[in-house]
């Protein structure tokens, strides 16, 4: 199957600073990535959909200018944490979806990158 | 986006068949029905993905009665390393919409 990756895996930082997480598909091109935050013991929530070229989609209560989403090409997405707290400690995973995807919705998730603010 | 219903957690033992049900009653017209797996500090994992009836692939079967209403993931003779969260999703298919996740099922499979 298709792979997605993130980099880093695991990220340390202090609280005010900001922290860029990136996203690839490796062996497919993604039209399409979403970003997911996932607290312990709780389900996955979207944060935002990005289509390549254009601006993210964010979800309701999501701030857009504290997680700043770019998607400048087919196989890369990042997500920016900016100013980060320690409330925004958490996993996040992206996913994406293939171009010229057919009938189905398939998303291809990365291994996530574990967020913790100091 | 129809939202799921799903047992909090279930347990089994090594060996045995699991089947774990998923309530979607406001499921629409064209909407696929997914299950995705996820081991703690993982992402989850594709497991299958239908439509009707029943579909069956490598680990699992997914069978979908004919008002779509509901839908059960049927792994077979599972072992340890099946204890996981099992999430059911619906949504649309092609190049509309997004996965919404759910609560989730914990499975904890006992030796």
């Known amino acids: 199957g298709a792979v997605v990756s993130q980099h880093p895996s695991r990220v340390i930082c202090k609280s005010g600073t900001s922290v860029k997480i990136e996203c690839r598909s490796l062996d497919f091109q993604a039209t399409t990535m979403f970003w997911y935050r996932q607290f312990p013991k709780q389900s996955l929530m979207l944060m935002a959909t990005s289509n390549e070229g254009s601006k993210a989609t964010y979800e309701q209560g999501v701030e857009k200018d504290k997680f700043l989403i770019n998607h400048a090409s087919l196989t890369l997405s990042t997500l920016t944490v900016t100013s980060a707290h320690p409330e925004d400690s958490s996993f996040y995973i992206c996913?994406?979806?293939?171009?010229?995807?057919?009938?189905?919705?398939?998303?291809?998730f990365g291994p996530g990158t574990r967020l913790t603010v100091l | 986006l129809a939202k799921t219903t799903q047992p909090i957690s279930m347990d089994s033992y090594e060996g045995q068949e699991v089947n774990i049900t998923c309530s979607h009653n406001n499921i629409a017209t064209n909407d696929y029905i997914t299950w995705y797996q996820q081991f703690p500090s993982q992402g989850p994992r594709f497991i299958i993905q239908?439509?009707?009836t029943k579909v069956t692939n490598e680990v699992a079967s997914l069978f979908i009665p004919a008002d779509r209403k509901s839908s059960t993931l049927s792994l077979p003779r599972v072992s340890l390393s099946d204890t996981a969260v099992y999430y059911c999703?619906?949504?649309?298919?092609?190049?509309?919409?997004?996965?919404?996740f759910g609560k989730g099922t914990k499975l904890s499979v006992k030796p």
């Open positions: 239908g439509y009707k």
């Open positions: 996913s994406a979806r293939s171009a010229g995807t057919g009938d189905y919705n398939e998303q291809f």
């Open positions: 999703l619906v949504g649309l298919g092609g190049s509309q919409g997004n996965l919404i």
